[in-house]
Nanobody, 123 residues
Framework: QVQLVESGGGLVQAGDSLRLSCAAS????????MGWFRQAPGKEREFVAA????????YNVASVKGRFTISRDNAKNTVYLQMNSLKPEDTAVYYC????????????????WGQGTQVTVSS
């Protein structure tokens, strides 16, 4: 079993930055693909970014357009999402997830999920 705990969310103004962290416990996630998803009120949970065990990354370009960067520190069993130039439409609960093998943006391939952290961006 893998437990994932997100942190770093909060209330910010448009144009500000936040860095989300996802700490894993239970077993090392160095061989897992790690992803970030988000869910706004009344909307489906959508893919934000993912990073493979070796550091290869993919993004929901339409949503983040080079503003977000995913990274991981396998020694700390932690994944990060650096979010710059935040917009009100980035407001959502952000979830960290872990998948065995290649998962990319495919939500159903992620088998472990955190409880989420709220990000609110005011205009």
């Amino acid at each position: 079993q893998v437990q994932l705990v997100e942190s770093g969310g909060g209330l910010v103004q448009a144009g500000d930055s936040l860095r989300l962290s996802c700490a894993a416990s239970g077993r090392t996630v160095s061989s897992y693909t790690m992803g970030w998803f988000r869910q706004a009120p009344g909307k489906e949970r959508e893919f934000v970014a993912a990073i493979t065990w070796s550091g290869g990354s993919t993004y929901n370009v339409a949503s983040v357009k080079g503003r977000f960067t995913i990274s991981r520190d396998n020694a700390k069993n932690t994944v990060y999402l650096q979010m710059n130039s935040l917009k009100p439409e980035d407001t959502a609960v952000y979830y960290c997830a872990a998948a065995l093998g290649i998962a990319g943006s495919v939500k159903d391939r992620y088998i472990y999920w955190g409880q989420g952290t709220q990000v609110t961006v005011s205009s």
